[in-house]
């Protein structure tokens, strides 16, 4: 999965993880992309990407994101902000 810069190797078994990274490894360096290996995670079973929380099984939105939007103030009347 890639958004921008940010990309995710998935794997079910530690050997697809391995090959699945070693694939993109090999795409990378035919387009001469470069990583930075500072702001790299390898084999994490569960991290925060684009605003949710993603483990091997799902993935839930971060409820440090959300939760002040769930707790937004209804408006109480036409004239009231929104």
């Given at each position: 999965m890639a958004y921008r810069d940010d990309v995710i190797v998935f794997g079910t078994t530690k050997e697809g993880y391995d090959n699945n990274f070693k694939k993109l490894f090999e795409r990378f360096m035919q387009k001469n992309v470069?990583?930075?290996?500072s702001k790299c995670m390898f084999e994490v079973m569960q991290l925060e990407f684009l605003g949710f929380n993603v483990c091997s099984k799902r993935y839930r939105p971060d409820p440090n994101r959300f939760q002040p939007r769930v707790n937004i103030e209804s408006p109480k009347d036409q004239n009231h902000p929104r």
């Open positions: 470069r990583i930075k290996p």
